[in-house]
T-cell receptor, first 113, second 112 residues
């Protein structure tokens, strides 16, 4: 099992550009999450999904959109990137049968200039 | 929302020393996890421990849910233990709220 994978690993954007980050998991988990990590801080939840076709806002959702068209994939979109969105983005997945223990992907480092 | 405080913020050890990291949280929890973020940025699951004690090699963890704290013990530390250790909790809201709230972490440096 690959676990949780993220694409791409690194990206540099100019202000105003758009992009989509892809998260995939092969553990058949129901729940998926997107977090961002900024220097000196823990992770903060952006959006999450409790099943295929569902999404919900987390702690810091502004400027991001998400979609969960397939159970194994969770996409994070930036429609008009801003320098404040420079961060490391982590995807995670979990399942209620495991007590919601979350497993994380390797992260995507995004720089917006 | 729930508050998660980790201490100490920074810790420097000599190889072979033992250490204890603490996580305090402000409300009852369904889920508590400890993670190690290595120098390459990868988040590694250490323990899923909403209550009780678990051990895995040189690492062990104890959560006392009624007193709202968890401890991570590292024995005979090695340079590869260096990195940031995060505690994260899911607040008990009567059901699953799915959300992990992270502390700010403890930065551990183990010198040879």
């Amino acid at each position: 099992n690959a676990g949780v994978t993220q694409t791409p690993k690194f990206r540099v954007l100019k202000t105003g550009q758009s992009m989509t980050l892809l998260c995939a998991q092969d553990m058949n988990h129901e729940y998926m999450y997107w977090y961002r990590q900024d220097p000196g801080m823990g992770l903060r939840l952006i959006h999450y999904s409790v099943g295929e076709g569902t999404t919900a806002k987390g702690e810091v959702p502004d400027g991001y959109n998400v979609s969960r068209l397939k159970k194994q994939n969770f996409l994070l979109g930036l429609e008009s990137a801003a320098p404040s969105q420079t961060s490391v983005y982590f995807c995670a997945s979990s399942d209620w049968t495991g007590g919601n223990e979350q497993y994380f992907g390797p992260g995507t480092r995004l720089t917006v200039t | 929302g729930i508050q998660v405080e980790q201490s100490p913020p920074d810790l420097i050890l000599q190889e072979g020393a033992n250490s204890t990291l603490r996580c305090n949280f402000s409300d009852s929890v369904n889920n508590l996890q400890w993670f190690h973020q290595n120098p390459w940025g990868q988040l590694i699951n250490l323990f899923y421990i909403p209550s009780g004690t678990k051990q895995n090699g040189r690492l062990s963890a104890t959560t006392v849910a009624t007193e709202r704290y968890s401890l991570l013990y590292i024995s005979s530390s090695q340079t590869t233990d260096s990195g940031v250790y995060f505690c994260a909790v899911e607040r008990n809201s009567g059901g699953s709220n799915y959300k992990l709230t992270f502390g700010k972490g403890t930065l551990l440096t183990v010198n040879p």
